[in-house]
């Protein structure tokens, strides 16, 4: 998602540019279209990174989990096998 809110950052920035050499009249709402396009950009870029990160912690405490119950099941079946050979 980030790259593709980066080419169409570069995109939008193109068509900006072609306006800007049609409308040449510096008051042309295409003037004002640069910081719109920026924090487009910016807002998805960001919400981007936060659900990456977001996927990230959220595999990394599902990982955590998983391995305490495997090390949890492991120390069971040995205490019970310890148990079995001292009875």
């Known amino acids: 998602m980030k790259e593709k809110s980066r080419q169409e950052k570069e995109r939008l920035k193109s068509a900006q540019n072609y306006l800007k050499e049609r409308f040449k009249d510096y008051g042309h709402p295409v003037y004002e279209m640069f910081s719109m396009i920026v924090d487009y950009s910016n807002a998805k870029w960001t919400y981007a990174v936060d659900v990456g ?4 912690s959220d595999s990394v405490d599902n990982g955590n989990k998983e391995w305490s119950n495997y090390v949890d099941e492991g120390n069971k079946k040995i205490n019970e096998t310890i148990e079995k050979k001292h009875k």
């Open 53 to 56: 990160n977001q996927a990230w």
